[in-house]
């Protein structure tokens, strides 16, 4: 007889990083902003009408496109929403990854980019970063069936600069390119100028950490308006109703306070250039982090004895017991306070910390 379990599509799920719930913590885990929302955004969220939860959302997102537009300065046609980036990453996946040929992505990049490929059985293959933890981009000029990566990389946080973007652009005018700039307004260049020369590429953003809103989960992407149709399809193949009535609502005020977005993420990067500095005069190594969380191996004692000590501490960073990363803690950044009782635990325990 048959059983049901044969039947099962089996996966190796993402593991987010964890959501401890304690009072008093630092929470430096999982990339998210330590400032609040847009104020607009507590004031719609205030003046919500219960009413309105009885009738559907509209399907085309309206106001959270429209005022993405304004924003981007592109054509309407040109946006599609999802449920936080990964909803706008899995459907891109499951739209334009369709080929025979694998697709192209960093060994040491998101974790959840091998998830989808294997839950969507698309071939894949995963190409090493230099020995800097770079992207060299003549690695991704043979044939693919499609290329993917962050650029601020994640977990690392180096960024490829648009001219490297454009010569993989440039060499693979038959693949689908997606970008995806989860953290890329935290000081990197947006690749958006590429999209007037490259109707192949895609630019993914989010809500979640420069927008302060991960809670929301509000993603979208940019790209010619005929992969934005294709996009639409199969959306509208699956779920016609991505947006709740509340995250449109609440997305669009968002973007609408350009003041408090560049306020809250100029001082983010401040603090991270802070950082940098303490963390080196601690004794740690790391690139230079365009994103707001800064990758870092110490010169003597082991990542993950730092981590267990810090979480003693109710201090949260996050660390990947996996090849080639397994000595690095990402470490999100938070307030310049939360930061700074990080680096004074850090100096008071390291010197006792023994070597193993
Ligand atoms: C955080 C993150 C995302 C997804 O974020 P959402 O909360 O789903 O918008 C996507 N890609 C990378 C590289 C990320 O770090």
Same mark, same amino acid.
């Given at each position: 007889?048959?059983?049901?379990?044969?039947?099962?599509?089996?996966?190796?799920?993402?593991?987010?990083?964890e959501q401890p719930s304690e009072r008093r913590m630092i929470k430096l885990n999982t990339n998210e902003n330590p400032y609040p929302p847009a104020p607009g955004v507590e004031r719609a969220l205030r003046e919500l009408d219960a009413d309105r939860l009885r009738l559907y959302p509209d399907p085309e997102a309206g106001i959270l496109v429209d005022a993405l537009a304004e924003y981007y300065k592109v054509k309407p046609s040109r946006i599609f929403v999802g449920v936080g980036s990964d909803d706008v990453l899995?459907?891109?996946?499951?739209?334009?990854?369709?080929?025979?040929?694998?697709?192209?992505?960093?060994?040491?990049?998101?974790?959840?980019?091998?998830?989808?490929?294997?839950?969507?059985?698309?071939?894949?293959?995963?190409?090493?970063?230099?020995?800097?933890?770079?992207?060299?981009?003549?690695?991704?000029?043979?044939?693919?069936?499609?290329?993917?990566?962050?650029?601020?990389?994640?977990?690392?946080?180096?960024?490829?600069?648009?001219?490297?973007?454009?010569?993989?652009?440039?060499?693979?005018?038959?693949?689908?390119?997606?970008?995806?700039?989860?953290?890329?307004?935290?000081?990197?260049?947006?690749?958006?100028?590429?999209?007037?020369?490259?109707?192949?590429?895609?630019?993914?953003?989010?809500?979640?950490?420069?927008?302060?809103?991960?809670?929301?989960?509000?993603?979208? #992407?940019?790209?010619?308006?005929?992969?934005?149709? #294709?996009?639409?399809?199969?959306?509208?193949?699956?779920?016609?109703?991505?947006?709740?009535?509340?995250?449109?609502?609440?997305?669009?005020?968002?973007?609408?306070?350009?003041?408090?977005?560049?306020?809250?993420?100029?001082?983010?990067?401040?603090?991270?250039?802070?950082?940098?500095?303490?963390?080196?005069?601690?004794?740690? #190594?790391?690139?230079?982090?365009?994103?707001?969380?800064?990758?870092?191996?110490?010169?003597?004692?082991?990542?993950?004895?730092?981590?267990?000590?810090?979480?003693?501490?109710?201090?949260?960073?996050?660390?990947?017991?996996?090849?080639?990363?397994?000595?690095?803690?990402?470490?999100?950044?938070?307030?310049?306070?939360?930061?700074?009782?990080?680096?004074?635990?850090?100096?008071?325990?390291?010197?006792?910390?023994?070597?193993?």
């Amino acid at each position: 007889m048959r059983d049901w379990r044969e039947g099962v599509r089996r996966v190796e799920p993402y593991v987010p990083g964890e959501q401890p719930s304690e009072r008093r913590m630092i929470k430096l885990n999982t990339n998210e902003n330590p400032y609040p929302p847009a104020p607009g955004v507590e004031r719609a969220l205030r003046e919500l009408d219960a009413d309105r939860l009885r009738l559907y959302p509209d399907p085309e997102a309206g106001i959270l496109v429209d005022a993405l537009a304004e924003y981007y300065k592109v054509k309407p046609s040109r946006i599609f929403v999802g449920v936080g980036s990964d909803d706008v990453l899995a459907m891109a996946f499951l739209t334009f990854f369709n080929s025979e040929q694998p697709i192209l992505f960093p060994d040491i990049t998101y974790s959840f980019y091998d998830v989808w490929a294997g839950l969507f059985r698309i071939p894949y293959r995963q190409v090493p970063l230099d020995e800097k933890f770079q992207i060299r981009p003549s690695d991704y000029f043979g044939e693919n069936g499609g290329i993917v990566f962050p650029n601020p990389n994640a977990p690392t946080g180096e960024e490829l600069p648009q001219e490297a973007i454009e010569e993989i652009l440039k060499h693979n005018r038959n693949s689908v390119v997606i970008v995806d700039e989860a953290y890329v307004d935290f000081g990197a260049k947006s690749a958006l100028p590429l999209l007037e020369k490259y109707d192949n590429l895609l630019v993914v953003q989010t809500f979640s950490k420069s927008r302060s809103m991960a809670g929301m989960r509000i993603g979208f #992407c940019v790209g010619s308006e005929e992969m934005i149709r #294709c996009l639409n399809d199969v959306k509208y193949s699956f779920n016609s109703y991505t947006m709740d009535q509340t995250a449109l609502i609440l997305g669009a005020e968002a973007v609408k306070d350009r003041e408090y977005f560049d306020r809250t993420r100029g001082e983010i990067m401040d603090t991270r250039e802070w950082t940098k500095g303490e963390l080196r005069r601690l004794g740690f #190594c790391f690139g230079d982090s365009r994103a707001n969380f800064i990758f870092a191996a110490h010169e003597r004692v082991p990542a993950e004895k730092i981590f267990q000590a810090l979480r003693e501490q109710h201090i949260y960073v996050r660390y990947f017991r996996k090849p080639r990363i397994s000595n690095y803690l990402r470490i999100t950044i938070g307030t310049r306070e939360e930061m700074r009782e990080l680096i004074d635990f850090l100096e008071h325990w390291l010197p006792s910390a023994n070597e193993e």
